[in-house]
């Protein structure tokens, strides 16, 4: 009967077993889940501070945090503000560098150089007309409304149609197509809203912005003979540059005596 050989070992040398390494245990100590209220709270009003995106992704870890921090969501977009001065700004300008067919903006942050695209389904049917603190304005090209979007929380504010104005005054859809719009602070209080939309056209010197107070919330014609060529929303006002006077004006709100705030030499 034939015997089992074991294995030649030299002598004076002993044979190493290598052992398995133990399978890792799960951590049962501290989580970030088991932050604290009060710290939690204090993270994330840092967070919002510094990006509107990282806010929404803090409160989408769990429903702990979820709970310390408060929605972005503001019905009356309050807090337009939240957008711009995090450093995020859009790289598209009206359809030409934004398609409809493609639903998306993409923005970019101005600290960290970080860029985001964000699709919006928002954009079929509608033409953007201006960007204000980070908030888009958009125009229905067929039923000519406007509608204020957020485009982080997806909360929207719409407007009257164009419609009764643009049989009035306009008269040209071009003219429609190509118009600029701005978003300033409402001078009305409404439990609906708290902003207010001014717009303007090429090739027509008539300023225009609904007022929240009227009963029928219509838009209203709060300049017959402004020109402007350039524009620029400060603190909820809206200047603007008349290149035939070389002035600069305060556009949004009204001013009743001078409108002039300075002049260009």
Not at 10 to 35: F, H
Request: net charge positive; glycine share 4%; with cysteine.
């Amino acid at each position: 009967m034939l015997r089992k050989v074991t294995p030649f070992t030299p002598a004076g040398r002993k044979r190493i077993r290598r052992r398995c390494p133990d399978p890792v245990q799960p951590t049962t100590g501290w989580a970030w889940a088991s932050l604290p209220d009060d710290i939690a709270r204090q993270v994330a009003a840092l967070v919002l501070k510094y990006d509107m995106v990282d806010y929404i992704a803090f409160r989408a870890v769990c429903s702990g945090w979820r709970g310390c921090a408060s929605t972005p969501r503001d019905p009356t977009l309050r807090t337009r503000l939240s957008v711009r001065s995090t450093g995020s700004i859009p790289l598209c300008d009206g359809d030409d560098a934004c398609p409809d067919d493609a639903c998306q903006i993409t923005f970019i942050h101005c600290k960290t150089a970080r860029s985001l695209r964000v699709r919006l389904t928002e954009l079929q049917r509608h033409r953007i007309i201006g960007f204000t603190d980070g908030l888009v304005i958009l125009l229905h090209k067929r039923r000519t409304k406007i509608r204020v979007l957020h485009p982080f929380t997806g909360v929207a504010v719409d407007f009257p149609s164009l419609v009764p104005v643009y049989h009035k005054l306009i008269k040209n859809r071009t003219c429609v197509l190509r118009m600029n719009a701005a978003v300033c602070s409402s001078v009305c209080v409404s439990p609906t809203t708290s902003i207010a939309v001014v717009a303007w056209f090429p090739w027509s010197s008539v300023v225009l912005s609904p007022d929240a107070g009227h009963p029928s919330w219509q838009w209203q014609v709060i300049y017959n003979s402004m020109d402007l060529s350039n524009t620029l929303t400060f603190q909820g006002q809206l200047y603007g540059f008349m290149q035939s006077s070389r002035q600069i004006v305060q556009v949004y709100p009204l001013k009743p005596l001078n409108t002039v705030v300075d002049h260009v030499p």
